[in-house]
């Protein structure tokens, strides 16, 4: 399904974010990103979601080629994708539901429809009693729920998340990760840059680790592997 | 999800783009002021230094205009040779207008002038009349009389040419230099408008940069991302070239009529298609800057 040759990505300031970098993943897998900060997690998250285009080399999703795709055809890549983020990225204010249905809304998505994918993807991620609630009144955990649904609501084939239990204590982060874990088992691909070492170690997840913009290693049901 | 075309308008779209433009105005209301006000200050400026441009080149026309070549033919020469020597000058290409005063009239006008009846004067004078026939020959271009001036001394059959040297040789570097002044004014103007404009629209992006952020990463289309913005921009920009319009317009009418008034001498353009022309053009010079100022400062914040 995703498929990286050779790529490298230097950053106009001169700093080596990734170095032939060669990766296969394949569709429904679980998959956490690990290693040190500014290793090049993050880059590489960035490059599925073609917000980084690779300095060298090629990117593959699904057959498409991310490197060569012209400007105008990104939007209705990244209608496939959905993306997690550690500061969550909510629009202060909108209510949780307008949040959450922000992304079918921008596909113009007539309203009925989006008023029952989105009450039911909502109900999905428990917050189906705080729909109309802002994201300031809610928890970081309520808040990352509130990112997820709007990830998942288009049915994405691919799952992004870059550290989504960042903000978040041991016990939200776990109820996040239940979420993935299902999202997972009903066939999305998972990809998750992140530095939670238990919740990596207990999944026993494929495990990536990048070092100074190389794949220092890469093993099923692997283990974090770094002590803090 | 089927594609929409490029600029991704279905119904609920357009549904969409209708609020997010009314929340917009709603939810900044003082920066939306700021704007109306910013577009309105820089269109009353465009709009005087437009009246302003007018009224200098009218001015120099009008000034130029009075530029004439007066001809006088040798006393000796038939009425039919006078107006051969007419036709010939009214052939000249620089050659505007030509008009043939004899010297039958310029008597009579004279005679008149000094409150005599008809045939008294010549009478007077001995039966022969002294007076020349006169041509007042006007140039296309005022910039052409000197060479004019040259080339009819050399017709056979002119005695004297005069145009008022002098006058005419100050006139012409005052006139251009009035119409170059009124075209730097507007110009100047017009640039300063659309920076004061750009600052302001860039303000209203900026303040919804992470929206947009989040719009791209969802995979919204950058028309879907643009169109509540050009609306906006557009509906502040009618606002604000409407209000330009009313205090350019009554201003101008009060300041034609206090000009006539205490300065009579000098004229204001009073014509009524130009004075409608300016304020829908500033009109819609408010909507188009509105619209494109957005457009143009929505592209940094489009590449994500």
Not at chain 1, 2 to 11: A, D
Not at chain 1, 142 to 152: G, H, M, T
Not at chain 1, 216 to 221: F, L
Request: glycine share 8%; with cysteine; hydrophobic share 45%.
């Amino acid at each position: 399904m995703i498929q990286l040759n050779n790529v490298t990505k230097i950053y106009p300031n001169g700093a080596k974010a990734l170095v032939d970098v060669n990766l296969r993943i394949s569709k429904g897998e679980f998959v956490f990103l690990v290693g040190p900060s500014g290793a090049g997690k993050s880059t590489l998250v960035r490059l599925l979601f073609r917000e980084e285009v690779p300095t060298r080399g090629q990117v593959t999703l699904n057959g498409r080629n991310l490197v060569r795709m012209r400007e105008r055809e990104v939007p209705l890549l990244r209608r496939t994708i959905g993306v997690i983020f550690q500061d969550f990225k909510l629009l202060p204010n909108k209510t949780v539901i307008e949040n959450t249905g922000f992304a079918l809304e921008v596909l113009g998505v007539p309203a009925k429809e989006v008023q029952a994918r989105t009450r039911s993807v909502l109900d999905m991620v428990g917050l189906s009693h705080k729909t109309r609630a802002f994201p300031g009144e809610l928890s970081g955990g309520e808040q990352q729920r509130v990112c997820v649904a709007r990830a998942i609501i288009n049915n994405p084939a691919l799952l992004v998340a870059d550290e989504p239990t960042g903000n978040l204590d041991p016990e939200t982060a776990w109820e996040i990760m239940d979420l993935l874990y299902n999202i997972n088992k009903r066939g999305t691909t998972v990809i998750m840059a992140t530095h939670a070492k238990d919740i990596v170690n207990q999944m026993k997840k494929r495990v990536i680790a990048i070092e100074k913009g190389r794949i220092a290693r890469d093993e099923e049901k692997g283990a974090y592997g770094y002590e803090l | 999800m089927k594609r929409k075309g490029l600029t991704g308008m279905s119904f609920s779209s357009a549904q969409y783009i209708l609020r997010e433009t009314l929340n917009s105005l709603k939810r900044n209301p003082w920066l939306s002021v700021a704007s109306i006000v910013t577009v309105m200050v820089s269109l009353v400026i465009l709009g005087f230094s437009a009246f302003f441009l007018a009224n200098a080149s009218n001015m120099a026309n009008m000034f130029e205009s009075q530029v004439e070549i007066a001809a006088f033919a040798q006393t000796n020469l038939s009425q039919s040779e006078v107006l051969a020597l007419e036709d010939r000058i009214k052939s000249m290409p620089q050659v505007a207008s030509v008009e043939l005063v004899t010297k039958d009239q310029a008597l009579l006008e004279f005679g008149q002038s000094l409150g005599g009846k008809k045939g008294d004067l010549l009478s007077d004078l001995g039966g022969t009349n002294p007076l020349p026939d006169k041509l007042t020959v006007k140039a296309n271009d005022p910039q052409e009389v000197a060479g004019l001036a040259a080339e009819l001394t050399k017709l056979p059959g002119l005695e004297t040419v005069s145009y008022g040297q002098g006058v005419v040789d100050k006139l012409l570097p005052f006139t251009r230099w009035l119409r170059w002044l009124g075209a730097v004014v507007v110009g100047a103007f017009t640039v300063a408008s659309l920076v004061l404009i750009s600052i302001n629209i860039k303000m209203n992006v900026f303040s919804r940069r992470r929206e947009i952020q989040i719009m791209k990463l969802v995979g919204a289309s950058n028309w879907f991302i643009r169109w509540p913005f050009l609306v906006e921009g557009l509906i502040l920009g009618w606002v604000g070239g409407i209000l330009a319009a009313l205090i350019v317009g009554l201003g101008y009418r009060w300041l034609a009529d206090y000009v006539q008034m205490t300065l009579a001498f000098l004229p204001m353009v009073q014509n009524s298609a130009l004075f409608w022309q300016v304020l829908f053009g500033l009109i819609f010079a408010g909507m188009a800057i509105g619209a494109v100022g957005s457009a143009f400062s929505l592209r940094k914040f489009l590449r994500v």
